[in-house]
């Protein structure tokens, strides 16, 4: 099954240790926080994806099911 | 605001300035709701209808009553949003002022078409007539109201408006974006499916209600079908709301407004998730939602802002990218930091004071931002910034390279 890793940028406070643990996959923008590489995580890299998840501080990190986006792209109605 | 040879709809009826309109002077114009029955059958009407809500993402609203109807078998919610946060945009206060049973009507009729149980009308608390309005119509209509029918103030702010923030204000009394999925029609107020749908949009549903979808796309022009309401903002006579059919074009819109060509640098489209056009690309283009998209640019919520010939797009952008850095509700990283050093970067360009790399920074930064948020806001933000460097590219260059600006040389020419 196809992986993607996720952060939740709400809880997210840009504590960087998922580039150090993921590198191939996620890399930090000008101000500490996590760019994730579009999509699914290279199955070679899930067990590290797993980690990556578990080390995340503030458990901002999910690695799910590659889901579409949502239907509904709205934001005021 | 009146734009030229076409009969309105929305604004039919006694000018804005009569004030809310009354439930007999409602029924008198425009006759009763159709039966329940085929209330609860709206859904396909409004896909045939071609509706696309007027909150912003101009999303079609039968395919989303129908994402909402499909989980609603434990109940639903209808959230009406008349927050209207942003700064460009006064159409909605209008509307829900001067025909609070338009709004109102569309909202039961989306209650009975996704399996409603409740109507939560979400008004931004500085719109005080749209609140006395909407408040003494539902004290008229609620002997006939199908479901309970409640007004929320929505307290200030750009964000308030967003979907999950309003659903989060009302559930918990705190106006700020939740992360997402799930999404309101997934899961929304009292954790139940809640269509979101803009107050613009639920008027349009009346009037489909009752006269039907082949009524709706009588109106329009080009491939564009119905009509809506715009807010045009800027040095005119005629500045303000109106109603204008969709497809007609920006220079008959700044027309109508008494705004001459040479007196416009550009415009700026839809609000400040919306997008730059210089005066010689708006002008002939029409106001179509989906023929903007295609350009790269966006009706979103009705707003049509002019730049007057004399003041700078780089100025200009640089107070709305300041205003949407401190709108940011300071939850997601890349939207607190990143909307700041835009502000910033965007603010020393407008000041002729660039820094040697602002102007490839803020290039790089709008990449960066995009989509990087729990919700829109960072994304709409950069969104806009980018359509300023298509727009205005020249001028940021010669801000950035020779400190100088092109309107302001003008200015004191003309002084």
New interface residues.
Partial sequence: MALELRVDRIRCDGAGLCAELLPEVVSLDDWGYPIVRAGSVPERLVDHARRAVEACPVLALRLDAARTMAVVPNRRG | MTAASFSPRLLAGPPLRAGAESLPEHLSRHGPLPSATLRREMIPVLEASGLL?R???G?PVG??WR?VAERSRGGAVV?V?G?EGEPGSAKDRALMASRPHLVLDGAEVAAEAVGGDEIVVYVGSAHRAAIASLRRAMAEQAAFAPVPVRLVEAPPGYVS???TAAVHFIDAGDAR?????P?P?ERGIRGLPT????AE?LAHVALIARRGDEWYRAAGRGAARGTALVTVSGPVERAGVGEIELGTTVGEVLTATGARRGEVRGVLLGGF?GAWADIDTAWDLALDPLALRERGLTFG?GVVSILDATDCGVRATARIMAYMAGESVA?????V??LR?LADASRRIALCAAERDDLARIER?TE??RG?????HPT?AVGLLASALRAFGDEFALHQRERRCSARARAVEVA
């Fill in positions: 809500g909150g912003g993402a999303f395919r989303k994402s959230l949003n927050a408006g967003e979907e974006p939740t992360s997402s999925p999404r029609y269509l979101v749908q803009n949009s998730f919520a939850q997601c990283g890349p939207c930091f990143g050093s930064w960066m931002i990087r948020g729990a919700c829109a709409g």
